[in-house]
């Protein structure tokens, strides 16, 4: 079972900048896609951007530009890079892991408990 820990979120203005972390409990964290996810009130849940074992990362359209994707497979950690935000950017960002482990759980999901992103003035 991985557990997933997000930090970093906060009150930011428009335009700032926040980094999110994702710290992961799993030893074999480099073999899991990581990505981050997001949900505004009243909106599906929608992926901002993603990293694979391999380092390839895809972003949807509206945040290409702006939003970083990164992994640290050393320390277990996932982080997103947020710039320029938007007041749409507002929302409860979730971190998640997909296993690419071969075997019974590929492609099993695990999912942090969010962290608050409020773009503000």
């Known amino acids: 079972q991985v557990q997933l820990v997000e930090s970093g979120g906060g009150l930011v203005q428009p335009g700032g900048s926040l980094r999110l972390s994702c710290a992961a409990s799993?030893?074999?964290?480099?073999?899991?896609?990581m990505g981050w996810y997001r949900q505004a009130p009243g909106e599906q849940r929608e992926l901002v951007a993603g990293i694979t074992p391999g380092g390839t990362t895809n972003y949807p359209d509206s945040v290409k530009g702006r939003f970083t994707i990164s992994r640290d497979n050393a320390k277990l950690t996932a982080y997103l890079q947020m710039n320029s935000l938007k007041f749409e950017d507002t929302a409860v960002y979730y971190c998640?892991?997909?296993?690419?482990?071969?075997?019974?759980?590929?492609?099993?999901?695990?999912w942090g408990k969010g962290t608050l992103v409020t773009v503000s003035s």
């Open positions: 799993e030893s074999i964290f480099s073999l899991y896609a």
């Open positions: 998640n892991a997909r296993s690419k482990i071969p075997g019974p759980n590929y492609d099993m999901d695990y």
